[in-house]
C-alpha cells in the first residue's frame, strides 16, 4: 500500500473512478489528503480509488445519510437534536439538527403531536433531508418504519421496551408512553 | 465587502466581453470609469477631497495635530490612517459589519505609505524629538460600486494636495523652554509636496484577462484581484493579493506590468486637475 | 625562489564579509535559514504544526470542521475558512500586549487568502474550519512561515486540499536581497537613499504552480518585484522536501497502512 502525499497525480480518469479524497484536474485524479492509496473493484469496470488517512476522514452529514442523534428539547412544531454520529462513525463537533412535525411519520401527517413522538434524551434514528437555509439547522426526517426512536427512558428512569410502532413500555412501573418507535434493522444491532 | 449576486448568465456574458476588450458599460480593459474630483469640500479640515468613481464615492478629511514623535524616528511626523465604512453606503456596514473592511483598507493604506519618499515626513517635523505634526487621514465610504482602493488612493492624493499645515515658530523663553507660536496669517501656511504620493491601482482578474476598475459585477465574476500602488515614477509600493483565489505566477507579472503603466498614466492628469482647481478657487 | 613561509597567504578568490549574513548565510543567493517542522504536537487539536525558522518559532492548531457561528448565505454551499493569528506577548523585542492589535488582523486576513485557495471548501458546507496560529518567537518572516505552518497543520488535520500552501519572504535592500530575512534584517535599512527597500511574502503552491498570496511594502520597482518574486518561488521549493517529509511521518504516525485488499 503505497503512501501518497497532496497533490499528487494518481492516474487518468479513464483508469479508474475518483472515490474519496481526491479530486480531478485536467482529466487526472490528484489527492487531496496525504495517507494511503486504495483501490476497490466494486464489481464496476473500473476501480474506485480513493486516499484514505487513519480510520475515517470527518464525515458531515450529507443529505440521505442517516444519523443518530439526542433530541435536545421539543416544542408544539419540531424537535431538536444533536447530531451524535453519521452512519458508524462519531462526530466529533456538535451539529445541530432539527426534526419538523410534519416529518416526524409518513402518515397522517396532521395528526402528528411532537410530545407524544419524542421526548428529551431519546436517541433517534433519522434521515437527513436538507442541509438547512440560513435561519435553519440541518432538517431531519424519521418518517420511514426503520427511523424512530431507538432508545428511551421513562420517567422512573429505566430503559423502556418498544411495544408497538408508537408505544414504549417501561419495565419497571409498567407505564406505557408514547414514541415515534423505529423497528431496528438487524445489521444496526450489529453494530 | 459589498456585493452582489450574478447568475451564471450574467457571468458568462461579462466573461466573454471582458475576453473580446468589451465591457458591459463599453470600456476598454484598461479603462476607467468617469471620475470626478473636488478638493476642499469641509472647512473644518485642513485638507479635503471628494471623488467619485462611477457610482463609488469616498470623502477624505485630513486632520493636522501635534503630537510627539515616534521614538524610532524623531526627526519625522507621521501619518494616521482610519477607514469609516459608513451604513450609508450600504445596510452591510451597520453596526460592527464595515468593520473588517474599514481595518483592511487602513492597514492596505500604511503599507502603501510605508517608505521615504511618498510623503516628505521630515518636513512634518517641528521639534526634533519633542513635536511634531501628525496627520490623521480619515476616510469615509460614501458610496461602494467596487474599487474603493483606487479611489481612495486617489482621493487621499488630492486631500494632501490640498491640505495645509499652518506654520509654526519655535521661540526659546527665558527658562530655556521652548514655546510653539502659530502664524497670525492664516494664509501663511505649508503645503506638501504630494508629486510622489502613489496611487492605488487594483485589477481583477476575470477568466484569463485582467481588468482596472472593476464593479461590483465583474467583481463577482474575478476569483482574485492584484493591488499594487503605483507612484508617478512608476515605483511600486506595495502590492497584495486579494480575493480568496490564487494567481499563476506569469499572470502575477503581467498584472504588475499592466498596473504601474496604468498607474503611471493616472498621476500626470490627476495632478493638471488639481493644479487647475487650486488656481481657479485662489 | 624560495616562497616567505612566514607569511600567511590569503586564499585566491576572497568576499566581502557583508556578503556573508551574522549566522553565515549568503545574501543574494537563495539561501533559507534551516527549518525544523514537526506535525501533530496538539492531541486535543484536529491537526496541528510547529515549525521553527532560525529563531522564529511558531506553531498552528486546526478545529473543525465545526458548525458555523456566523450564518450567511454564502456558507450554505461551501465551508468556511477562519484564521486567527497572535503574537505571544514575549515574542517580539517589545512587550506586546494579549488583545489582537490591527496588524495581527491583517496577518490573519493575509494568511486567511493565503490557504483558502488550497483548501477544498466544497466538501465542507455549512461548516467552518479554524486555523489559530500562535507567534511564539518572533525572528522575522512571520507571514510566510505561519502559512508554511498553517498549511501543514491543515493536511495533519485531513482537511482536504488541493496542495500544500508553501510560504517565502525577501527583504530588498538597494542591489541585493535577503531570503528570508530575520527581524533586525527585517526592519533595518541600511542604505538610505536606494531606489529599491522593500519587503515581499510570496505564498505558493507548489504542485499546482500558483500563487496564493502576496504582499510588499516599501519601494521597489516592477523589475526588482518580478524578480524578487521569482526569487520567492525558488525558496519556497527549498521548503518543499522538509515539509513533505514531516508531513509523510505524520501519515505513518497517524495510522499504519490499511490491508492490501
Avoid at chain 1, 503505497?2 to 479513464?14: A, G, H, N, P, Y
Wanted: glycine share 8%; with cysteine.
Amino acid at each position: 500500500m503505497s503512501q501518497i502525499m497532496l497533490c499528487d497525480k494518481l492516474c487518468s480518469v479513464e483508469d479508474c473512478i475518483p472515490g474519496t479524497g481526491v479530486y480531478l484536474r485536467h482529466g487526472y485524479i490528484y489527492s487531496s489528503l496525504a495517507g494511503y492509496v486504495l483501490r476497490k473493484n466494486e464489481g464496476e469496470e473500473l476501480p474506485v480509488i480513493s486516499v484514505v488517512r487513519e480510520t475515517e476522514t470527518q464525515l458531515l452529514p450529507d443529505v440521505g445519510a442517516i444519523v443518530t442523534c439526542k433530541v435536545t428539547s421539543i416544542n408544539p412544531r419540531f424537535a431538536k437534536v444533536h447530531i451524535l454520529y453519521v452512519g458508524s462513525t462519531p462526530l466529533k463537533d456538535r451539529f445541530r439538527g432539527t426534526i419538523r412535525k410534519e416529518d416526524v411519520r409518513a402518515t397522517e401527517k396532521d395528526k402528528v403531536e411532537t410530545y407524544k413522538s419524542f421526548r428529551p434524551g431519546d436517541i433517534v434514528l433519522a434521515k437527513v433531508i436538507s442541509l438547512g437555509d440560513v435561519q435553519s439547522n440541518y432538517l431531519l426526517t424519521t418518517a420511514e418504519n426503520e427511523l424512530g426512536v431507538v432508545v428511551a427512558h421513562s420517567e422512573a428512569g429505566a430503559q423502556m421496551v418498544p411495544i408497538s410502532w408508537c408505544e414504549m413500555q417501561c419495565p419497571r412501573t409498567h407505564t406505557k408512553e408514547f414514541r415515534k418507535v423505529a423497528r431496528v434493522q438487524p445489521e444496526y444491532l450489529q453494530a | 465587502m459589498a456585493t452582489v449576486q450574478v447568475s451564471e448568465a450574467e457571468k458568462v456574458y461579462i466573461l466573454h466581453g471582458i475576453r473580446d476588450d468589451l465591457r458591459v458599460d463599453g470600456r476598454g480593459c484598461e479603462d476607467y470609469r468617469h471620475m470626478e474630483i473636488e478638493t476642499d469640500v469641509v472647512s473644518n479640515t485642513d485638507g479635503s477631497a471628494k471623488i467619485t468613481l462611477g457610482h463609488t464615492a469616498v470623502l477624505v478629511g485630513i486632520k493636522a495635530e501635534i503630537g510627539k514623535p515616534r521614538p524610532m524616528v524623531p526627526d519625522e511626523g507621521y501619518l494616521e490612517f482610519f477607514v469609516d465604512c459608513s451604513a450609508n453606503a450600504t445596510p452591510e456596514f451597520e453596526g460592527r459589519g464595515g468593520e473588517e473592511l474599514g481595518t483592511e483598507l487602513s492597514n492596505t493604506l500604511y503599507k502603501v505609505f510605508n517608505n521615504k519618499r511618498s510623503v516628505d515626513l521630515k518636513s512634518l517635523c517641528i521639534s526634533e524629538g519633542e513635536h511634531c505634526w501628525v496627520l490623521y487621514v480619515d476616510v469615509l465610504l460614501l458610496q461602494c460600486d467596487g474599487n474603493l482602493y483606487d479611489a481612495i488612493s486617489i482621493a487621499i492624493k488630492a486631500a494632501l494636495f490640498n491640505t495645509k499645515i499652518p506654520r509654526v515658530q519655535i521661540s526659546a523663553d527665558d527658562e530655556g523652554g521652548k514655546e510653539i507660536e502659530l502664524s497670525d496669517d492664516p494664509y501663511d501656511c505649508m503645503r506638501l509636496n504630494v508629486e510622489n504620493v502613489p496611487c492605488i491601482v487594483t485589477l481583477c482578474k476575470v477568466g484569463h484577462r485582467h481588468v482596472v476598475d472593476a464593479t461590483l459585477q465583474e467583481k463577482a465574476c474575478s476569483v482574485a484581484s492584484l493591488i499594487i500602488s503605483v507612484t508617478h515614477k512608476g515605483t511600486v509600493t506595495c502590492t497584495r493579493k486579494v480575493g480568496g483565489g490564487s494567481l499563476d505566477p506569469e499572470s502575477i507579472f503581467e498584472m504588475t506590468e499592466a498596473g504601474k503603466r496604468v498607474g503611471k498614466a493616472l498621476h500626470t492628469p490627476l495632478m493638471k486637475l488639481l493644479q487647475e482647481e487650486e488656481s481657479r478657487g485662489a | 625562489m624560495p616562497t616567505d613561509t612566514k607569511r600567511v597567504r590569503g586564499p585566491e578568490v576572497s568576499q566581502s564579509p557583508s556578503l556573508f549574513l551574522p549566522d553565515g548565510r549568503q545574501r543574494d543567493q537563495v539561501d533559507v535559514r534551516p527549518v525544523f517542522v514537526r506535525c501533530g504536537l496538539v492531541s486535543q487539536a484536529k491537526g496541528s504544526a510547529y515549525i521553527e525558522a532560525g529563531n522564529t518559532k511558531l506553531m498552528c492548531c486546526v478545529y473543525g470542521p465545526k458548525e458555523t457561528e456566523r450564518k450567511d448565505e454564502t456558507d450554505m454551499k461551501c465551508g468556511r475558512l477562519t484564521t486567527d493569528m497572535r503574537f505571544a506577548p514575549f515574542s517580539c523585542p517589545e512587550r506586546g500586549s494579549w488583545i489582537q492589535g490591527s496588524q495581527d488582523k491583517d496577518f490573519s486576513l493575509m494568511l486567511q487568502e493565503s490557504l483558502q485557495p488550497a483548501v477544498c471548501l466544497h466538501k465542507y458546507p455549512r461548516s467552518q474550519i479554524e486555523v489559530n496560529v500562535m507567534v511564539l518567537e518572533n525572528s522575522g518572516s512571520v507571514l510566510a512561515h505561519a502559512v508554511t505552518c498553517a498549511s501543514l497543520a491543515l493536511a495533519d488535520a485531513g482537511i482536504e486540499m488541493y496542495d500544500l500552501v508553501l510560504g517565502c519572504s525577501i527583504r530588498q535592500d538597494g542591489a541585493s536581497y535577503v531570503v528570508d530575512p530575520t527581524y533586525t534584517e527585517q526592519n533595518s535599512c541600511s542604505s538610505v537613499s536606494s531606489e529599491n527597500q522593500g519587503g515581499l511574502t510570496v505564498a505558493f503552491l507548489p504542485s499546482l504552480n500558483q500563487i496564493s498570496g502576496l504582499q510588499s511594502d516599501g519601494e521597489m520597482t516592477e523589475e526588482t518585484l518580478t524578480a524578487g518574486v521569482r526569487t520567492c518561488i525558488e525558496g519556497c521549493y527549498k521548503l518543499y522536501p522538509v515539509v513533505q517529509q514531516a508531513l509523510t511521518k505524520a501519515v505513518r504516525r497517524a495510522a499504519l497502512p490499511p490491508p492490501e485488499s
